[in-house]
């Protein structure tokens, strides 16, 4: 648009103009008190100047990649903005405990207010965000990050792009994190947020059962368990081999994604489009209703219960095996929750024979992100960094949670880990299974329709053990493209 | 009724004044819905999409010609039918023994509200963990029993299902029919017991022919007042199935919720609930023109 | 003599089908969580376990819940419980208020008693979740979600049907007479007020207001529709997060569950003829 500028206007009008400018600017100056020139350099112990590395991945679907990076010896001097006097970041009364400790080192460090803003279900994080960044509104600086959301922030650009961050601390992402984990949290070449802890089932398995029956180590894949249910339970050790969380619920959706994975399936094909109709998805899902109904070494109940109350009869001393996430390594050790406290211990999670999968899991990653619209970016990522540069903060994961956290240096370096593992026997399990984990969809764009259909369709073969499988996985591979269709990815 | 000399003092302004506040509400909160739900029923409202295009009666035949919408009829009748056939014998039953004298009678009274009187959450997760299917009271009661498949599915079942919710709903609402059979067996004068003794009339003749008859007025009252009650039904299916396995325990009410709050569908859920506004109208009316 | 026996037992059958579920409820948050997973369910406390109630009373201590951390939502009982305090009592003084105005004129002054009568009985029945969807979008629009006059007014307004009819029967049975007298004795208008009408309208008073209580305490439907922030959450929304998201731990629900259930109960327990009044009003009469 271009003005039209008034003629004639009178020399007066433009000295008082200047006048006033001048006016300003002195008194503007009085105020905003100048900005420093700071030279940061970051040193975080363990992080390697020299930087060549491969990386391979065991996630079905994915092949052995080499990755160059660019040494980045010096961190690129930068020019902080004015601090804050505070910073919003997304909890709930859960995820609080651990980042109050985090709060309080910041606050004490940079002297900003971390305020918290809270939420009751993870389901309130996603809208609350869309509906703040819905109406271009600025109200949150850290955002709490589910993997499900992972292509519908992408694509609206809710997150701001972590690259740059690392880039000017100097510091690569893979040597900081566990390279699964930023993998994880990367889509399309931007890292789009950080993982703060290891959340992923293992297996866990009373092991005074499995000596009765004269084994002397878990099993390692699925068929091999549910032959040891078989034993235990005609020897009367158990009531049953595990209880299985397939209750309709995300829950649900997560152990087909470890089942299809760990019989050799995947979501989409080379082309792209969904296809786990294949056989191992007929295998996997016939193996899961097998379970209950054929093999019947987990309770009909299992329709009814969900991921946490599955835990509950491992802990009562009624089954002998549960794959369960890692959260309940804390509370299986407790004897005030698990009546079998001393006698469970932790596996990797078993693979399958049939499909040569030596272990397989599936990912239950929270994090958090720099909310795109945020005024206060910057002193929002030091927040992110502020776990990575304190990891004796970091660690105390494992005191409140029963998860490892997220840092790499906690895994490797024995100043962390040999306490760690003197005192939580399962961490090495915990961190080792993330190299055998596979991922829900997280990256298409309509992940909430698609799994509210996947939980009715999944839960619906596994209530009634007449359902044709083949038919019902046509059937939702049909709708999951229906849908990817209409999202037009 | 003479009308008091107090009118004498106020006249129709103050009696309209009087009356305007809590009209205004129950207009506003109440009338006004309808309406509103009335007309949006005719467009294709959506919360996301906030312009209204008529439409007739489009949204009327997709909701009277779904088959989720015609099953929920069915579900909600079931449920009215077995809840009634449940407890309106216990609540006579219960109403009739505690009609007689005997110690300790008020006490018992006082205590059988409680139930009544706990909200209807607490209710509501009480039955859950009865019914839980690990470690529940009722299958620990077959334990004990010692029933082999002690482990049963309740709430989980697709046969017990609705059966379980009717069982948790009764537990809270049989004292409701107690109090009120208990009232309109108390307004029933001894004499008529009495005269029939006289006349040679044993326990069982008496309470066909005197105690049925007389308790008629309130036998009715109760039996709509628990129709629109099972209609209604909400908070419990909410709590406890979330619409049962499957669909098992979707009533009207709570199929209207989920399309409207989980499937977004704006316009569908408000046609439904619109359905059940007018039949629980209909019924209504019926019961004032039974009242009057 | 065999009849008082048999009524004996079966009214203390009675007495145990109506109370020990109370008793479940109160033991099950004393227990330790692997008690509670226990096969038969353990019928008395072996060990008292008082964590969980010194985390809601202190915010300190260590739960051991079934799943670390979840127990951190104890301390948001004391919000909830404000919440709802504020909101039963809001709604008893609202109805008490307006409830008393118009169904003193309908009794004494007859304004268009029939109508309103049927007017006000057809507003009780049609009030369920079909009307809290228009209500829903109507308020929506008015921006009046999330608010604490959307719920307090439209609960309010949902029973005061309920308290209209109550009211008006109450009215209706204080005999003219006494009215007319005390005029002719020569009482004005308000000392009438306080000192016959107040005293007589009571019970009738007390009765809605112990009903509207209990039912405002225990309302799930208006805050779970009408409201989405967690400062404005009630006790039964509360419990009802409990039960939904966080893994089914029955000891947390259950201690959250037995204080919630009982101010109502006690208000029923100690003001029980009251309350029987208020329900079963206008069943015999009409």
Redesign the interface.
Same mark, same amino acid.
């Given at each position: 648009m271009s003005e039209v500028k008034p003629k004639g206007i009178s020399a007066s009008l433009v000295v008082i103009a200047v006048i006033i400018a001048l006016i300003i600017g002195v008194v503007a100056g009085y105020f905003v008190k100048p900005v420093e020139l700071i030279k940061e350099t970051v040193t975080v112990p363990g992080i390697e100047k020299t930087v060549t590395t491969t990386i391979e991945k065991t996630v079905a679907g994915t092949i052995e990649k080499t990755v160059t990076l660019t040494p980045t010896a010096i961190a690129i001097p930068f020019t902080p903005p004015p601090k804050p006097e505070k910073i919003v970041v997304q909890a709930n +009364?859960? &995820?609080?405990?651990w980042m109050k400790y985090l709060a309080e080192s910041f606050e004490k460090e940079y002297g900003i207010k971390v305020e918290f803003w809270?939420?009751?279900?993870?389901e309130?994080l996603h809208t609350k965000t869309l509906a703040a960044y819905a109406a271009k509104s600025s109200e949150f600086d850290v955002i709490g990050m589910d993997e499900q959301w992972r292509g519908e922030y992408f694509k609206l650009g809710v997150l701001e792009p972590l690259n740059k961050y690392f880039e000017m601390e100097g510091i690569d992402p893979y040597k900081v994190y566990e390279p699964f984990l930023v993998d994880a949290s990367t889509y399309k070449g931007q890292q789009l947020y950080v993982l703060t802890r290891i959340v992923l089932p293992f297996l866990f398995y009373n092991e005074k059962m499995l000596k009765e029956a004269g084994y002397t180590s878990p099993p390692t894949t699925w068929e091999e368990l549910v032959d040891m249910s078989k034993v235990m339970m005609n020897k009367g050790i158990c009531k049953y081999g595990t @209880?299985l969380p397939f209750a309709k619920a995300e829950g649900l959706v997560c152990q087909f994604t470890m089942f299809l994975h760990a019989f050799g399936g995947r979501w989409f094909n080379e082309k792209g489009e969904w296809a786990f109709n294949d056989d191992a998805g007929i295998k996997a899902l016939t193996f899961m209703r097998d379970m209950i109904y054929t093999y019947k070494i987990a #309770? =009909? @109940?299992s329709? +009814? %219960? &969900?991921d946490?109350?599955v835990?509950? #009869?491992l802990? @009562?001393g009624?089954s002998a095996f549960s794959v369960n996430w890692n959260?309940?390594s804390? =509370?299986a050790t407790? #004897? =005030?929750?698990?009546?079998e @406290?001393e006698n469970i211990k932790v596996a990797l999670a078993p693979g399958t024979k049939a499909a040569g999968v030596k272990s397989m899991s599936v990912t239950g990653f929270f994090g958090w992100g720099i909310y795109s619209l945020s005024k206060n970016k910057y002193w929002a990522w030091k927040f992110l960094l502020h776990q990575i540069m304190h990891p004796e903060i970091s660690i105390k994961h494992y005191d409140?949670?029963?998860v490892p956290d997220s840092l790499k240096i906690t895994h490797t370096d024995p100043f962390y880990k040999d306490p760690i593992e003197k005192k939580y026997y399962w961490a090495p399990y915990a961190v080792e299974q993330v190299r055998y984990a596979a991922s829900r969809p997280g990256t298409i764009t309509y992940y909430g329709e698609w799994t509210t259909m996947m939980q009715e369709e999944l839960h619906?073969v596994l %209530?009634d053990p007449t359902v044709d499988i083949k038919s019902a996985l046509d059937r939702m591979v049909e709708l999951s493209r229906e849908m990817a269709r209409r999202a037009g990815s | 009724m003479k009308l008091s000399p107090f009118s004498f003092f106020l006249n129709k302004k103050t009696e309209i004044l009087f009356s305007f506040p809590a009209l205004i509400l129950i207009f506003f909160f109440i009338f006004i819905p309808i309406s509103w739900g009335l007309y949006i029923s005719f467009t294709d409202y959506s919360l996301l999409n906030p312009s209204f295009h008529f439409i007739g009666l489009k949204n009327y035949m997709e909701v009277l010609t779904s088959y989720n919408f015609l099953k929920s009829i069915l579900t909600t009748f079931e449920f009215m039918v077995i809840s009634m056939l449940i407890e309106f014998p216990i609540g006579l039953g219960i109403a009739l023994l505690l009609n007689e004298e005997f110690k300790g009678k008020k006490i018992t009274v006082a205590l059988s509200l409680i139930p009544w009187s706990i909200p209807m959450v607490v209710n509501s997760l009480l039955w859950l963990w009865i019914y839980d299917p690990q470690y529940g009271l009722l299958n620990g009661i077959l334990y004990w029993l010692g029933i082999k498949e002690y482990n049963k599915l309740w709430l989980g079942n697709p046969q017990i299902a609705m059966f379980a919710l009717i069982i948790a709903d009764s537990w809270q609402v049989i004292p409701f029919h107690v109090l009120f059979f208990l009232a309109g067996l108390q307004s029933i004068p001894k004499t008529y017991y009495e005269a029939s003794a006289i006349d040679g009339a044993n326990s069982l003749k008496r309470f066909f022919y005197i105690t049925l008859p007389l308790l008629k007025r309130v036998f009715l009252i109760l039996l709509l007042i628990r129709t629109v009650h099972c209609i209604k039904v909400f908070d419990m299916i909410y709590l406890m199935t979330n619409g049962g396995p499957g669909d098992r325990t979707t009533t009207m009410a709570f199929l209207a919720y989920l399309e409207t709050f989980d499937h977004l569908k704006m316009s569908i859920g408000n046609t439904e609930a619109i359905i059940m506004s007018f039949i629980l109208i209909i019924l209504g009316t019926i019961y004032i023109m039974t009242l009057y | 003599m065999s009849k008082k026996i048999f009524i004996y037992i079966f009214l203390i059958l009675y007495l145990l089908w109506v109370l020990v579920p109370y008793y479940f409820l109160i033991i099950i948050s004393l227990m330790t969580h692997s008690d509670l997973i226990s096969m038969p369910p353990k019928l008395f406390i072996t060990n008292i376990y008082l964590n969980r109630y010194i985390k809601l009373f202190t915010g300190q201590g260590e739960v051991h819940s079934l799943v670390p951390g979840i127990e951190n939502v104890l301390p948001g009982f004391w919000n909830a419980l404000g919440n709802s305090l504020i909101f039963s009592f809001s709604s008893v003084i609202i109805n008490i208020l307006f409830g008393s105005t118009i169904s003193y004129s309908i009794a004494r002054l007859h304004f268009m008693e029939k109508r309103l009568l049927s007017l006000v009985l057809l507003g009780q029945i049609v009030i369920s979740i079909g009307l809290m969807i228009p209500l829903y979008i109507m308020l929506s629009n008015l921006k009046l979600i999330n608010t604490w006059i959307g719920i307090i007014l439209t609960n309010s307004s949902h029973l005061l049907p309920f308290t209209i009819w109550v009211l008006t029967n109450f009215f209706k049975e204080i005999p003219v007479e006494i009215e007319e007298a005390a005029i002719i004795d020569g009482c004005d208008k308000i000392r009438m007020l306080y000192t016959i009408i107040l005293p007589l309208s009571g019970p009738g008073l007390i009765a809605v207001g112990i009903s509207v209580f209990i039912y405002s305490w225990g309302n799930l439907m208006i805050p779970l529709i009408l409201t989405s922030k967690k400062e404005l959450t009630t006790l039964p929304l509360f419990i009802a997060n409990l039960t939904g998201h966080y893994a089914k731990d029955f000891g947390l629900m259950a201690t959250v569950g037995s204080l919630t259930a009982l101010p109502p109960i006690l208000l029923a327990f100690f003001l029980q003829k009251y309350m029987v009044k208020g329900l079963t009003a206008g069943a015999i009469k009409g």
């Open positions: +009364e859960w &995820n609080q405990m809270s939420y009751v279900h993870v309130d @209880a #309770p =009909t @109940a329709v +009814e %219960l &969900n946490r109350q835990f509950d #009869p802990g @009562a009624d959260v309940f804390k =509370t407790d #004897p =005030t929750v698990s009546k @406290a409140i949670y029963g619906k %209530l | - | -």
